[in-house]
T-cell receptor, first 112, second 114 residues
Framework: DAKTTQPNSMESNEEEPVHLPCNHSTISGTDYIHWYRQLPSQGPEYVIH???SNVNNRMASLAIAEDRKSSTLILHRATLRDAAVYYC?????????????FGTGTLLAVQP | KAGVTQTPRYLIKTRGQQVTLSCSPISGHRSVSWYQQTPGQGLQFLFE???????NKGNFPGRFSGRQFSNSRSEMNVSTLELGDSALYLC?????????????FGPGTRLTVL
């Protein structure tokens, strides 16, 4: 299973943009890049996913490097509610499964 | 649309007992996956069910088992509980399978083994 590397923790100020990096140097051509986050005392929550092109949705943007060996989750204006552990996960289409392999993630602290 | 529900939310058991946890997926979702979360090991995949069939299994001992019913509701069972089974057990549901779909997680069941 392909692995990802993320910083253990990051800090941000409220209403400022946040860039959360993820390295996945062993990514294969069929791996999708997914991001989930887990707020305190809750189950993980889907944020965004992409394959090759940058993606935007109402929660965040995903910037994928041209060689796909890294990606960045961008929160455009952090709020206190964005304080969570953010997980970068690779998923491939090699099999019909919904298995997610979670790493240790990045703990994002948002300061008022 | 109701989200994924898990019952009970909290549970206290003693070593050697067995426990059954329940998960009701979002209406229309046929895939249910289970995860164990502990401070030491993080989030680990237990197993996945799709249309009543176990499709994938994580690296857990045989004391951990599960099943899925025809209405897609799922249960997981842990027999002969050990102290190390204390954890947050999460289930997630999805409409189908594939590397591009999102999964919806429930709030979890907090199991404490004394």
């Amino acid at each position: 299973d392909a692995k990802t590397t993320q910083p253990n923790s990051m800090e941000s100020n409220e209403e400022e943009p946040v860039h959360l990096p993820c390295n996945h140097s062993t990514i294969s051509g069929t791996d999708y890049i997914h991001w989930y986050r887990q707020l305190p005392s809750q189950g993980p929550e889907y944020v965004i996913h992409g394959l090759t092109s940058n993606v935007n949705n109402r929660m965040a943007s995903l910037a994928i490097a041209e060689d796909r060996k890294s990606s960045t989750l961008i929160l455009h204006r952090a709020t206190l509610r964005d304080a969570a552990v953010y997980y970068c996960i690779l998923r491939d289409d090699g099999g019909a499964t919904n298995k997610l392999i979670f790493g240790t993630g990045t703990l994002l602290a948002v300061q008022p | 649309k109701a989200g994924v529900t898990q019952t009970p939310r909290y549970l206290i058991k003693t070593r050697g007992q067995q426990v059954t946890l329940s998960c009701s997926p979002i209406s229309g979702h046929r895939s249910v996956s289970w995860y164990q979360q502990t401070p030491g090991q993080g989030l680990q995949f237990l197993f996945e069910y799709f249309s009543e069939t176990q499709r994938n299994k994580g690296n857990f001992p045989g004391r951990f088992s599960g099943r899925q019913f025809s209405n897609s509701r799922s249960e997981m069972n842990v027999s002969t509980l050990e102290l190390g089974d204390s954890a947050l057990y999460l289930c997630a549901s999805s409409t189908t399978s594939g590397p591009y779909n999102e999964q919806f997680f429930g709030p979890g069941t907090r199991l404490t083994v004394l």
